[in-house]
């Protein structure tokens, strides 16, 4: 008697069987794991015992009387979820979770342990009857399975939701995705749908689409940098420089071709190559000068030959306008043809307007050429602006030094370098500028604002005695004197 409580006490306080938690308070599937475990260490115990020792229950009762039996099948049908979970700590709950057709076995098959091996290969047998499906919450199911558009699906993966991309078969479909991708700038999600995309479509599909997509195609480059992948890796970029190769070459070939005409026929052409959008807007820009100097080489031609125009006449042309640069084409129009309206071919306003050149690239190659004809007049209304209430007012965007550098270049007048060194408002450029252009009368009133009359008596000695400026020197300080 004092070995079996000994052995059921050593059971009972065993390690054997984990205790209760609330981690998986609604897990069938776990208890029923848990309930298995229980049943096989029963079997294991009641091997090991000598069949014929006598075996008695907490209550005092022998463990095979029918006295027993009968307690232990009530309690088992009464009992509740929670019961079985507390019962479970003391070793009871193995019978708890049986089904009703375990009263079929005989009390002898149950002391023999023949009846825990039968439970033992039920459970293992009919576990999808106790266990229900462990599943996803519905809520997460929804955001996954629903159908939606690329742009929200997009939208979803920015917000961190769960959304199957699998569906989006169709070519057409896919590549929308990736514009979608794309057009949201968020780089997680460009770089999954490429992931799918490498995953779904051939390699020569994906990167032909992809040399058109220059931002996915660079997200592609890093993703497989990331990971180690050096064959695609290397294939992709041997198809997108050798790609480029072709692009370039072909459109180079438009340098050998002299005639003007066919040389603007290969450029419209040219702009169909597969180019980045950045290239391809510069190709665009190169066809449609050519295209305006066709039309104003043409024009002023004609307009020379036949004598009809003073400035052609007073300068002849050196060269041909065709071929020129941008600003060269500005430079020419703005010499030529400042005067025209803005809506010739010619006026300097709508190649500006056209090729959209910054003010202070316009300022700049207007004042070269305004200033080489000596029209003092164009180049001070280049800077004379009107405000709202009617008021004139000088602004350079270039900078009034720069002003007066080019209009010293062009061997401007003193008056006029005068006026515009006066513009400069920093005091030291201002000084410098006039010493350096001898301007006299801006150097002298200058030392007279800062009231400097050291400076001013040493400049003194840099002018002409007996000119005006020595005069008005004495003057300024006679009257320094006087005050």
Known sequence: MSRARADEEEYWHSSKFRAFTFDDEDDEL???????????????????????????????????????????????????????????????????????????????SLFKGELCLSLSALSDTGVKNYAPELRRPKAEYKD???????????????????????????????????????????????????????????REILFRELEVRQV???????????????????????????????QLSQYQEHLNIQDVEKRREFLKGCIGLPFSAEDTS?????????????????????LETAGQSEIFRKYPRKASILNMPLVTTLFYSCFYHYTE???????????????????????LTALAARAKLRAWDDVDALFTTKNWLGYTKKRAPIGFHRVVEMLQRNNAP??????????????????????????????????????????????????????????????????????
Not at 50 to 63: F, H, K
Not at 146 to 173: A, H, I, Y
Not at 232 to 244: A, P
Not at 343 to 349: I, K, L, Q, R, V
């Open 30 to 108: 776990s208890q029923l794991k848990e309930s298995k475990r229980a049943v096989n260490s029963l079997r294991d115990i009641v091997d090991d015992e000598d069949d014929d020792l006598e075996r008695v229950s907490w209550s005092g009762e022998p463990v095979g009387s029918i006295s027993w039996s009968i307690k232990e099948t009530a309690s088992s049908s009464t009992s509740s979820l929670e019961g079985r979970d507390s019962s479970l700590q003391k070793g009871s709950s193995s019978y708890a979770a049986l089904p009703k057709q375990v009263s079929s076995y005989s009390l002898s």
């Open 414 to 483: 003193v008056q006029v370098l005068q006026e515009y060194v006066r513009l400069v408002e920093d005091v030291e450029t201002r000084l410098n500028l006039a010493t350096k252009y001898k301007c006299h009368d801006v150097v002298i009133e200058t030392y007279r604002d800062l009231k400097d009359r050291i400076q001013l008596t040493a400049y003194k000695c840099k002018v002409e005695r007996g000119s005006a400026e020595e005069e008005k020197i004495n003057s300024i300080l006679n009257n320094v004197v006087r005050n």
């Open 144 to 202: 996954y399975s629903s159908n939606w558009s690329p742009k929200d699906t997009v939208r979803r993966m920015q917000r961190g939701k769960v959304c199957s991309l699998e569906r989006f078969r169709s070519l057409q479909d896919k590549l929308v995705l990736l514009d979608e991708a794309v057009a949201g700038h968020d780089g997680n999600v460009i770089t999954a749908v490429l992931i799918f995309l490498k995953r779904t479509l051939r």
């Open 282 to 302: 510069h190709i665009q820009d190169h066809y449609t000068l050519l295209e305006r100097q066709i039309i104003i080489e043409a024009n002023d031609r004609r």
């Open 341 to 363: 309206a803005e809506g010739t071919f010619s006026s300097p306003a709508n190649l500006k307007k056209t090729f959209k050149i910054p003010d202070k690239q316009y300022v």
């Open 216 to 246: 996915a195609l660079c997200h592609l480059i890093h993703f497989l940098k990331e990971t180690g992948e050096q064959k695609l890796l290397l294939d992709l970029l041997r198809l997108c420089f050798s790609s480029l190769s072709l």
